[in-house]
Structures are given as structure tokens and as C-alpha cells.
């Protein structure tokens, strides 16, 4: 009989209680002990992606959140680790990727029967990788409690009865109602899964942790679960935030950016290392207002590129923006952000839509079947103008993730190359202040925060490292050995 690794799962009362950073602050912790550990969450559902090896020898993509998870394990990340991520195109409507690619057939298939047909995939999945590692930490989705969905929820309960794991339920008690939020969690599930959850963790405290008795001493007496943890709020880890949660709180003092937030933005956390950078504001902008006091204006990625352009005409942002940029304040696009920056869309396999761009580079995008994933080097031209003088000769590391194709409109004066890759190809232009390129996780690369703001923040590692002091300080001693023996 193979060996199976020992499992634990993080699981939630709501969404945004905290599973995503505390199975991050697990995975370096555990990893810190010197055991092989690696993440797992059967199907994620979230735009904000990373490009990680695939199968067979072509890339794929996953949920960012276990990509923070790998590292923070010490581990490559890759497809088995996400076997299912569902990347919202509509309020009705996702993209289904399993394994890495885009699986259309299954897109229009509705939710119960698509579940049945996707649980053999992340459960081969599981179970690869509990036969190659000491310990996997599994993140659930949602609450387990949902009893509208609980027999077609593969990614909670079923996971866990099928790794046999020791589960923690969290919650986040700054919302208030911790406990009935534990306890009800706990009694809808049905006994055998009930047996299952070895701890309860009250996250986002604020106060004095004895204030809270007699309630975890009660809530155990009903439960026979002990409370294993009370986590203080801590806003500053500097990890990004959990996969489908948006903090749009405007964070740090200094130059204002101002993240223009349409419908369906995707891959957000790129934007975390400029929370907190000294000297810069960041602030998400849906109104002409908001960008007026704005030092730079971002369009950041989109999940559905026509849809989110057209939305922001309707909220009149356009004007906002090409009035920034006459101004010769900064305009920066990355990846459906600079194509709405160009001439025109074209959809030509009706993927996205097709619509006029904004006019402010002088490119056209045409959008194809196959969506194109790779890891990316890059380095900046050295003759850059403007605010974007800085990054001469800067060179970079990131991931491209997009079905558009952009080039030079034929019959326009001819942008200026702004970034190439290490075949040469560009892959970003320049036209006075307006900058747009395809590389997502530029502000993740310390020399372009040094060449653009003088400074830099933590490293990942550092963070890592962070977390799991945290959760080393705050468990109950001997709680986390506890759970995987």
C-alpha cells in the first residue's frame, strides 16, 4: 500500500474569513519543520491567476493564492495544486480551466453536473499529491455549510472526507457573530463530518484575547472542539488578499495611484507591493472624481475586456484618463489594460467583443482561439520618455496571460517600443506619458519599485517568514503538532 501524507485543511465560516493566508502561514510553518509540504485546493474560483509549469511540458495557469502557497512551502508551483479554477467572465458565466487550460466544453455545462464531471480531476489530483509529500495543506472555498450545495460541493467536505484531514474552521470575528458562526458551521454538517474539524480559529481580533471567555470554553462544551487559536487583526502581512476578496480601502500616504477598478479586473494581487511602499497612496477608482487627485492612473487586467471598456464610458472615467494623460500624467496598462489603451478590439472567434479603444496608443488588438501563457523575462528600452524615463534598461521577470495579439495600427504614427522580451519581441509601447505592456507582476520586481519610487518593499520570503511567526506566537502551544499526528 503507497504511503499517504498526513492532511490538513483550512476551511471558512464565510468567504474572507481568512483561509487563503492562514494555509499560507501554515504552509511555511510546517515547511519550517522540515517536512515536505505542498498546497492543494480542488477548484478555486478567482481572475487573479499565475502562470505555473503544466502538463506535458506546456504551461497552465492557477488560483494565485496557492501559487503564494507553493513558495511559501518552498515548492515549484504547478496545475495539480489547483486542478479546477474558475475565472468569472459574467455574473452568470466562468471560464472553466482544469488542470491548467481552459476546458470548453465544460463552460455551459450547468453547475451540478459540472461538479460530478470535475471531481475526478482534482480527485486524482489529491491523491497524486498525498503519495509524494509529508503534508498537504488543503484550502476549502466558501463555507462547508452551504446545504444548498452540499452534495455537489466537491471542494469542501468531500476533499477533506477523502484525504482523511484534520480540519480548522475560521472565522473572522471582526465581522461579529464569531461564535454562532462556529457553531452553526458546525452543527449543519452531518456527524461523521462534524468529527472531522479538530479546531476552531477566531481571526481579525481586536483587544484583549482573556475578554473573550467564557465564549470558546461554552462554544467547546457544545462542540467538544477547542479554540486552537485567536489571531489578532493585521492588516500590514503584506500578502494579497484572498482570492475573491477586495479590500478597497485606500492604503500609505504620498503620490496617489489610483487603480481603475472595473467589473471583471483580474489579477489584482500584483498590486500588493505597492500597499504600504513609503511615499505611495494606493486608491481604486470608479468615478471621474476619484481620478482627478490621482498622481498616476493604472488600467489593470480584465477577465472580459469589452465589457469592462464599455463600462468605462458609461461612468465617463475615458475622458478622465485622456485628460490625465494630455496633462503628461502617467497612463499605465498592463495587459487588458493596454488594450483598451489602443485604437480598436477585434474579436474575430466572438471571445470578448469588439469595441473602439480609447485612442491613447496608437495599436490595435486582435483577440485569438488559443490564450497564450508564459512565464516572461523582459527588459526595458533604454531610450523611454517622460515619467517612464526611469526604467531604461530595467530588466524584469513576469508572466503574460492573455487571448489578444496587439500590434502597430498600419495607418497611425508609430508607437515607441517600450519593453522586449528576451527574443526580442515587444511587448510594450510608449506614446508620451501613456505606457502599456503585457507583463503582469512588474511592481513585484525590486528594481522596478527602486527605479520608479526610490524603494521597496519586503521580500516574499520575508513575508513568508512573517506569517508563520505569527501563527507560531498566537496557536496554542503544541496545537500545530497536534494536528498532524
Not at 42 to 50: E, G, I, V
Not at 109 to 125: D, F, I, Q, V
Request: net charge negative.
Amino acid at each position: 500500500m503507497s504511503r499517504q501524507a498526513k492532511a490538513l485543511m483550512v476551511l471558512g465560516t464565510t468567504s474572507g474569513a481568512g483561509k487563503s493566508w492562514l494555509t499560507t502561514a501554515l504552509c511555511r510553518w510546517y515547511a519550517r519543520q522540515g517536512l515536505k509540504v505542498a498546497p492543494f485546493k480542488a477548484q478555486n474560483m478567482s481572475n487573479n491567476a499565475r502562470v505555473v509549469p503544466g502538463l506535458q511540458g506546456r504551461m497552465g495557469e492557477i488560483g494565485s493564492a496557492q501559487y503564494f502557497q507553493a513558495l511559501a512551502a518552498g515548492r515549484q508551483p504547478e496545475v495539480r495544486m489547483n486542478p479546477v479554477l474558475l475565472k468569472p467572465e459574467a455574473d452568470t458565466k466562468s471560464q472553466v480551466v482544469v488542470l491548467g487550460e481552459v476546458h470548453a466544453e465544460l463552460n455551459a455545462t450547468p453547475w451540478r453536473e459540472r461538479s460530478e464531471k470535475l471531481w475526478p480531476h482534482a480527485r486524482a489530483a489529491l491523491h497524486e499529491l498525498l503519495a509524494e509529500n509529508d503534508l498537504l495543506l488543503i484550502e476549502g472555498a466558501g463555507s462547508p455549510a452551504e446545504i444548498n450545495l452540499h452534495s455537489s460541493d466537491y471542494v469542501n467536505m468531500r476533499t477533506a472526507r477523502e484525504a482523511r484531514a484534520a480540519c480548522l474552521l475560521v472565522t473572522d470575528i471582526d465581522r461579529g457573530g464569531a461564535f454562532a458562526h462556529l457553531y452553526g458551521t458546525h452543527q449543519l454538517l452531518p456527524p461523521e463530518e462534524r468529527a472531522l474539524i479538530q479546531g476552531f480559529v477566531l481571526n481579525r481580533f481586536r483587544g484583549d484575547a482573556r475578554l473573550l471567555s467564557p465564549g470558546p470554553e461554552q462554544l467547546q462544551a457544545l462542540t467538544g472542539v477547542p479554540t486552537v487559536a485567536t489571531l489578532p487583526m493585521w492588516r500590514g502581512h503584506g500578502l494579497p488578499e484572498e482570492d475573491g476578496v477586495f479590500d478597497d480601502q485606500p492604503t500609505g500616504a504620498g503620490q496617489t495611484i489610483a487603480v481603475v477598478a472595473y467589473p471583471r479586473l483580474s489579477n489584482l494581487d500584483e498590486f500588493q507591493p505597492l500597499r504600504g511602499l513609503p511615499g505611495v497612496r494606493l486608491v481604486w477608482a470608479r468615478s471621474p472624481a476619484e481620478l482627478q487627485a490621482a498622481d498616476w492612473i493604472i488600467l489593470p487586467g480584465s477577465k472580459a475586456v469589452a465589457a469592462d471598456l464599455a463600462w468605462l464610458r458609461e461612468q465617463r472615467l475615458d475622458a478622465a484618463i485622456a485628460a490625465h494623460a494630455a496633462a503628461g500624467r502617467p497612463v499605465l496598462g498592463i495587459c487588458g489594460g493596454l488594450q483598451m489603451l489602443g485604437e480598436a478590439l477585434l474579436d474575430p472567434h466572438a471571445l470578448d467583443g469588439n469595441a473602439p479603444g480609447l485612442g491613447l496608443l496608437p495599436l490595435v488588438t486582435q483577440f485569438e482561439r488559443e490564450k497564450l501563457l508564459r512565464p516572461c523575462q523582459a527588459r526595458f528600452e533604454s531610450e523611454l520618455a517622460g515619467p517612464w524615463a526611469a526604467l531604461g534598461e530595467v530588466a524584469a521577470s513576469g508572466y503574460e496571460i492573455h487571448h489578444g495579439r496587439t500590434a502597430q495600427h498600419p495607418s497611425l504614427a508609430t508607437a515607441a517600443v517600450a519593453l522586449r522580451d528576451t527574443q526580442g519581441q515587444a511587448i510594450g509601447w510608449q506614446q508620451g506619458s501613456v505606457l502599456g505592456h503585457y507583463v503582469h507582476g512588474l511592481f513585484e520586481q525590486p528594481a522596478v519599485l527602486q527605479a520608479l519610487f526610490g524603494a521597496s518593499g519586503p521580500s516574499l520570503d520575508q513575508v513568508f517568514d512573517g506569517l508563520a511567526d505569527f501563527v507560531d506566537a498566537h496557536f496554542q502551544p503544541g496545537a500545530l503538532q497536534a494536528l498532524i499526528r
